[in-house]
Structures are given as structure tokens and as C-alpha cells.
Nanobody
Framework: QVQLVESGGGLVQPGGSLRLSCAAS????????LGWYRQAPGKERELVAI??????????DYADSVKGRFTVSRGNAWNTVYLEMNNQKPEDTADYYC?????????WGQGTQVIVSS
């Protein structure tokens, strides 16, 4: 069983940057993907960015709305995932959730709030 804990959320001004971190405990060897999702008030949860095992550093996918602004990366042992958020916009305001993909299913962290506002 994998447990996930996010950190790094907070208040940022438009155009600013934040870095989210997520630490996975438990059987990290079973993780084949680590990702970030977000849920804004009144909206459904959506994928922001994900990195999957493969190649030299994994395969990365991004939501169109964050391409060129956000970067997902991982630690060496596939037990940490980061989300670097640059040039943030008010529409990036949401609760951000870390997620791990394992053969047993998808695991979620408790979420961290990001507010983009002046």
C-alpha cells in the first residue's frame, strides 16, 4: 500500500511560481506512474501532469492549459514527485492532489490548496 503526502501549496500572485512536492511511503517499487490532479470549486477533478515509467526519465503528459508553464519531475527512486508551476493564472486556483498508479489501483494524497490571486 502506498501513502502520499503533498506539500508546498499556498497563496501566489498572478505570474508567480510555486513548487509542489509529494512524498510516497510504502512499496514505491510498485509505482508505475506519479501525477498531479486538481479540483477547482464547482468543477470536476482533472489531470494536470503525469510522469510514467519508461525511457531514460519517464514519459510526461500535461493538460493543455498548463503546457509550457508547469513541469512535472520525480525523485531518483520513484518515491517523490514535484510540480513546478510558473506564470500562474487565477484559473490555476484549486486543490491539488498527488496520485500514484500501481497494479492495485490509483492512490491519492490528501490534497494541498493553491490560490492564485492579487
Amino acid at each position: 500500500q502506498v501513502q502520499l503526502v503533498e506539500s508546498g501549496g499556498g497563496l501566489v500572485q498572478p505570474g508567480g511560481s510555486l513548487r509542489l512536492s509529494c512524498a510516497a511511503s510504502g512499496d514505491g517499487s510498485s509505482i508505475y506512474g506519479l501525477g498531479w490532479y486538481r479540483q477547482a470549486p464547482g468543477k470536476e477533478r482533472e489531470l494536470v501532469a503525469i510522469i510514467r515509467r519508461g525511457g531514460s526519465n519517464g514519459y510526461k503528459d500535461y493538460a493543455d492549459s498548463v503546457k509550457g508553464r508547469f513541469t512535472v519531475s520525480r525523485g531518483n527512486a520513484w518515491n517523490t514527485v514535484y510540480l513546478e508551476m510558473n506564470n500562474q493564472k487565477p484559473e490555476d486556483t484549486a486543490d491539488y492532489y498527488c496520485s500514484a498508479l500501481t497494479p492495485s489501483g490509483q492512490t491519492w494524497g490528501q490534497g494541498t490548496q493553491v490560490i492564485v490571486s492579487s
